[in-house]
C-alpha cells in the first residue's frame, strides 16, 4: 500500500511540473506568433499562415494515432528488446507516411492553391513541408519520454527548450530582413529541436545493442490499437482546424492572415480546465469504478468552478476589450480580428463552463462518446461555415467554430449524463458568471481603453475583482472547494493562504 501511495505521489508531482510547463509554453507560444504576425502584413502571413494550417493538418493524420499506441504498447511491455521492437516499428511507419505525403506534396503543383484560388501559395509549400516530417518525428520523440518516464525532460524539451530556440532564430531571421522565411523557420524550428533533443535523450535510455528488426505481428499490433486513436484524432482535428480552411477557401489572404492571427488566443478559454486534469482525473477514475456517482458529480462541478473562476477573469477582457488586444499585440493592421476574437473569447467560454467533460470520458472508460460528439461538432461546424462566412466574413466563421464547439460539447455531456448522471453545472458556477458578465458589461460602456498594455493591465484587475466580489456576493463558496483545495496544495507541495481566507471569507 505504501509503494502505491508514494507512485500517486510521484505521478501528482510530474503532472504538476507538465501543468507549469504547458502554461509556460503556450506563453512562450503566444509571443513567437506574435513577433511572426508583427512582422509581416496581414496579405502575406494570410498566405504562408494557411499552407502552414494546411500543412499542420496533415501532418497530425500522418502521424496515424501511432505516437499514442506507442506510448501505450511500449509502457506495457517490460522486456527492452520488444520494447525497442515496437518504437522502431512506429518510427518505420510514421518516416515512411511522411515521406509519402511529403513527395506527394511537393511533386504535384497547385493543389494547395487552386483549393484556396491563391496562386501564391505555391510558393509557400517548399518552405513549410519539412514539418510533414519533423512534426511526426518530434511526436515519436516525446512518446519515448513518456515510456522512459523522463517526465522533467519531456517538460524541458517541449516547452522551454524547442520554444525559446525557435524565438531565438525568429528574432535573428527578423533582425536579418527576412519575410515569409522567418516564420517558416520558427514554426520549423519547433519540432526540429524537440526531434534531436529529445531523440538524443530517448536515445541514452536505450540498448540499442538489442535492437532488432521489428516483427510482422508487431506492426500489425501498434497498427490496430492506432488506428481508431488516429480516426478520433482527425476528426478532432479538423474541427479545430476547418475553420481557417473554410477562410481561404471563401475569402482572401488578408482575412486568412487576420483570423489566424487570434487563434492562439482563443486557448485561453481551457488553459485553466485543462490544467485541473492532472488533479481531477485520478479521483474521477476512482469514484467511477467505486461506484461513488454521486461524489464523482460533486468533484465534476467542483473542479468545473475553479476553472471558470480562474478563466472568467481572462475571458472577460478578451470579450470586451478584444480591439485594444488586438492593436496592443499586432498592431493597428490587425483591427479586422477584434470582432472574431471578442466572439471567440465569449462563445467558447462554453468550454469552460463544461469543465474537465474529456477527462470524464476517460474515467467512465467510454471513449466512443468522443467520435461521436467531434462528428456532430464538425459537422454542424462544416454546414455554418457554408452559411456565415460568404455573407459574415471572418465573424461568421468564429460564429461557425463557437456552434461546432457547443454542439460536440453538448453532444458529449449529453451522453455522459445519460450514463452516469453526472453534470458540471451548478447555481453556484452560474451566478458569479452572469454578475460578472453583466458587471463587467456596464464598466466596459461606461469606461474608454485605450490601446495600450497599461490600459489592459487595468482592465485585468478590475476583472478579477469583479470575479472574486461575485463569487463572494453570491454565495458561491461550499465546504468542497476548501476540500479541493487542500488536496491541490497537498500535490503541489504549497500553501495558499490568500486563498483560504478569500474562500471563507466566501463561506460566510
Known amino acids: 500500500m505504501a509503494s502505491l501511495t508514494d507512485s500517486v505521489g510521484s ?28 512582422h509581416l502584413r496581414p496579405e502575406i502571413y494570410g498566405d504562408i499562415s494557411f499552407v502552414y494550417t494546411l500543412v499542420a493538418a496533415l501532418s497530425n493524420v500522418i502521424l496515424l494515432g501511432i505516437h499514442e499506441g506507442l506510448t501505450r504498447l511500449g509502457s506495457a511491455e517490460e522486456e527492452p528488446g520488444e520494447r525497442l521492437n515496437i518504437i522502431l516499428a512506429g518510427t518505420t511507419i510514421v518516416l515512411i507516411s511522411s515521406f509519402l505525403v511529403t513527395v506527394a506534396l511537393i511533386t504535384v503543383p497547385g493543389v494547395i492553391s487552386k483549393f484556396a484560388s491563391e496562386p501564391s501559395l505555391d510558393q509557400y509549400i517548399y518552405l513549410v513541408a519539412p514539418f510533414l516530417i519533423l512534426y511526426p518525428l518530434s511526436r515519436i520523440a516525446i512518446a519515448v519520454l513518456r515510456i522512459q518516464e523522463r517526465t522533467a525532460i519531456t517538460v524541458l524539451t517541449k516547452t522551454l527548450l ?5 524565438i531565438g532564430l525568429l528574432v535573428i531571421a527578423i533582425m536579418l530582413g527576412w ?42 499490433k501498434l497498427w490496430t490499437f492506432s488506428l481508431p486513436l488516429a480516426l478520433s484524432s482527425v476528426v478532432f482535428l479538423f474541427l479545430s482546424q476547418l475553420d481557417i480552411l473554410m477562410v481561404g477557401y471563401y475569402l482572401d489572404s488578408k482575412a486568412v492572415g487576420y483570423y489566424r492571427s487570434i487563434q492562439p488566443l482563443r ?43 480562474l478563466t472568467l477573469p481572462l475571458v472577460l477582457v478578451f470579450l470586451y476589450a478584444s480591439k485594444s488586444i488586438v492593436q496592443t499585440l499586432f498592431g493597428p493592421a490587425y483591427q479586422a480580428a477584434a470582432m472574431p476574437l471578442a466572439i471567440l473569447a465569449g462563445g467558447l467560454f462554453y468550454r469552460a463552463l463544461v469543465g474537465p467533460n474529456g477527462d470524464v470520458v ?31 466574413g471572418i465573424s461568421g466563421a468564429a460564429v461557425a467554430t463557437v456552434i461546432g464547439y457547443v454542439i460536440y460539447n453538448t453532444v458529449e455531456l449529453g451522453i455522459i449524463y445519460s450514463e452516469t ?88
Open 11 to 38: 505521478l501528482a508531482k510530474s503532472a504538476g511540473l507538465l501543468m507549469v510547463g504547458s502554461l509556460f509554453g503556450r506563453s512562450l507560444g503566444l509571443i513567437g506568433e506574435t513577433l511572426i504576425v508583427r
Open 162 to 166: 524547442a520554444r525559446v530556440v525557435s
Open 179 to 220: 519575410k515569409e522565411g522567418a516564420g517558416a523557420l520558427y514554426w520549423l524550428s519547433v519540432p526540429f529541436t524537440i526531434t534531436v533533443v529529445g531523440g538524443f535523450f530517448a536515445i541514452t535510455e536505450m540498448e540499442v545493442t538489442k535492437i532488432q528488426l521489428p516483427r510482422p505481428n508487431q506492426y500489425k
Open 267 to 309: 486557448q485561453v478559454t481551457m488553459i485553466f480546465v485543462g490544467s485541473f486534469s492532472f488533479l481531477f482525473l485520478p479521483l474521477a477514475t476512482q469514484y467511477y469504478e467505486q461506484n461513488k456517482l454521486g461524489d464523482l458529480d460533486k468533484l465534476f462541478s467542483t473542479v468545473t468552478k475553479w476553472g471558470v473562476i
Open 362 to 392: 476517460k474515467a467512465i472508460n467510454s471513449t466512443r462518446i468522443e467520435l461521436y460528439a467531434a462528428i456532430a461538432g464538425i459537422s454542424s461546424n462544416f454546414i455554418c461555415n457554408i452559411l456565415l462566412i460568404p455573407s459574415y
Open 421 to 508: 448522471g453526472v453534470t458540471p453545472f451548478s447555481s453556484n458556477i452560474m451566478k458569479p458568471v452572469i454578475v460578472s458578465f453583466v458587471g463587467m458589461g456596464i464598466i466596459r460602456y461606461l469606461m474608454e481603453i485605450g490601446g495600450s498594455i497599461q490600459y489592459l493591465i487595468l482592465f485585468g484587475i478590475i476583472s478579477t475583482v469583479m470575479v472574486v466580489t461575485s463569487v463572494i456576493l453570491t454565495n458561491s463558496v461550499e465546504e468542497t472547494d476548501m476540500v479541493l483545495l487542500d488536496r491541490l496544495e497537498s500535490r503541489v507541495g504549497r500553501q495558499f493562504g490568500t486563498v483560504h481566507r478569500v474562500l471563507k471569507f466566501g463561506m460566510q
